[in-house]
């Protein structure tokens, strides 16, 4: 797949990029007021502001960021309303935090999901700092599939919705991607969408649950992206991968049928690419082909011969050979 040729490219912003004179100021001015439209200041007795923000544009007004920072105040004031800014976003903290708005303080449980409105002014407190993550959408696109959308939602989200968690780990996957066609961006911010609409409105109340594709597509990529960083462990089983995401194993099968696939082939055959690649790398000439096969998750050395022919249509080492 190529990268789309026009959508901004990943975007880092860090308080350690300013070295001079009057650091908290030009940190309020520059990267608050002027980069991410919201004021920000330590909070009382913490260290001075320390923060890391890594934007990933996906396109048609979608973004995902994740942000690193100490204890700190994030306040989105009514002089950062711009007109059209109403783009709504859904927010997680890996320790936990409050907003406060004109109606009072909302307390967001550490790994609490909450839904929020650029449109609305509001202050993040951050008391312990840590790592947060929020998924950005256009309101005009979620207004097409949620009937009376209120101008700026405010809302907590219940802990036993799958939905956020869904959305949030597939749109971190989107953007730790390197490359995305237009069409496939164009298809996850659907599934986002939905998966977001779903959200908004109370079941019965002026939307459809997520179809199939919007809880799918999202569900099988993120299990897709476990397996394969746990790919070099012989142990590694339908059933731990059905444990990890909540679902059942025949669940898990299911959703690798819609590929036309199975569990199994998915893991022998990203098993055999890597040993495949390994085998092509000159740095890993020295290895033996036994050593490089065992650690790549494989435990019986004929079978695995067999596949490596099968797919490829040579033996190891004729790939070695041809490197």
């Given at each position: 797949m190529?990268?789309?040729?026009?959508?901004?490219?990943?975007?880092?912003?860090?308080?350690?990029d300013?070295?001079?004179?009057?650091k908290?100021?030009?940190?309020?001015?520059l990267?608050?007021r002027?980069?991410?439209?919201?004021?920000l200041?330590?909070?009382?007795g913490?260290?001075?502001?320390?923060?890391?923000?890594?934007?990933?544009?996906?396109?048609?007004?979608?973004?995902?960021?994740?942000?690193?920072?100490?204890?700190?105040?994030?306040e989105?004031?009514?002089?950062?309303?711009g007109?059209g800014?109403?783009?709504?976003?859904?927010?997680?903290?890996?320790?936990?935090?409050?907003?406060?708005t004109?109606?009072?303080?909302?307390?967001?449980p550490?790994?609490?999901f909450?839904?929020?409105?650029?449109?609305?002014?509001?202050?993040?407190?951050?008391?312990?700092?840590?790592?947060?993550?929020?998924?950005?959408?256009?309101r005009a696109?979620?207004?097409?599939?949620?009937?009376?959308l209120?101008?700026?939602?405010?809302?907590?989200?219940?802990?036993d919705?799958?939905e956020?968690?869904?959305?949030m780990?597939?749109?971190?996957?989107?953007?730790?991607s390197?490359?995305?066609?237009?069409?496939?961006l164009?298809?996850?911010?659907s599934?986002?969408?939905?998966?977001?609409?779903?959200?908004?409105?109370?079941?019965g109340?002026?939307?459809?649950?997520?179809?199939?594709?919007?809880?799918?597509?999202p569900?099988?990529?993120?299990?897709?992206?476990?397996?394969?960083?746990?790919?070099?462990?012989?142990?590694?089983s339908?059933a731990?991968?059905?444990?990890?995401?909540?679902?059942?194993?025949?669940?898990?099968?299911r959703l690798?049928a819609?590929?036309?696939?199975?569990?199994?082939?998915?893991v022998?055959?990203?098993r055999?690419?890597?040993?495949?690649a390994?085998?092509?790398?000159?740095?890993?000439?020295?290895?033996?082909?036994?050593?490089i096969v065992?650690?790549n998750?494989?435990?019986?050395?004929?079978?695995?011969?067999?596949?490596?022919?099968?797919?490829?249509?040579?033996?190891p080492t004729?790939?070695?050979?041809t490197?």
């Amino acid at each position: 797949m190529q990268q789309t040729p026009d959508l901004p490219q990943r975007l880092r912003i860090s308080s350690r990029d300013y070295t001079g004179r009057d650091k908290a100021e030009a940190l309020r001015e520059l990267f608050g007021r002027a980069l991410m439209r919201v004021d920000l200041w330590p909070c009382e007795g913490a260290a001075p502001l320390d923060f890391t923000v890594t934007l990933m544009p996906l396109g048609a007004g979608a973004a995902y960021a994740h942000s690193a920072h100490t204890p700190a105040h994030f306040e989105h004031k009514p002089a950062h309303l711009g007109a059209g800014a109403d783009d709504l976003l859904l927010t997680t903290t890996q320790d936990g935090c409050a907003i406060r708005t004109t109606g009072g303080d909302l307390e967001i449980p550490a790994g609490g999901f909450v839904l929020h409105s650029k449109a609305r002014a509001h202050e993040f407190i951050h008391l312990w700092g840590g790592q947060t993550a929020s998924l950005q959408l256009p309101r005009a696109a979620l207004a097409q599939q949620v009937a009376r959308l209120e101008e700026a939602p405010l809302r907590l989200l219940r802990s036993d919705m799958p939905e956020p968690a869904l959305a949030m780990g597939y749109a971190q996957l989107l953007a730790g991607s390197p490359a995305l066609s237009e069409p496939l961006l164009q298809s996850a911010r659907s599934h986002l969408q939905e998966l977001m609409a779903s959200m908004l409105t109370p079941a019965g109340q002026g939307t459809q649950p997520p179809g199939s594709d919007a809880l799918d597509v999202p569900r099988l990529a993120l299990i897709q992206r476990d397996i394969l960083a746990r790919i070099a462990q012989p142990e590694l089983s339908l059933a731990q991968i059905a444990r990890l995401h909540h679902l059942t194993p025949r669940q898990v099968q299911r959703l690798f049928a819609r590929e036309g696939t199975c569990f199994s082939d998915f893991v022998r055959g990203a098993r055999l690419e890597r040993v495949r690649a390994a085998l092509a790398d000159p740095g890993q000439r020295h290895r033996r082909v036994l050593q490089i096969v065992l650690d790549n998750g494989f435990d019986d050395f004929s079978a695995f011969s067999r596949a490596f022919r099968r797919r490829f249509g040579m033996t190891p080492t004729d790939v070695r050979a041809t490197a």
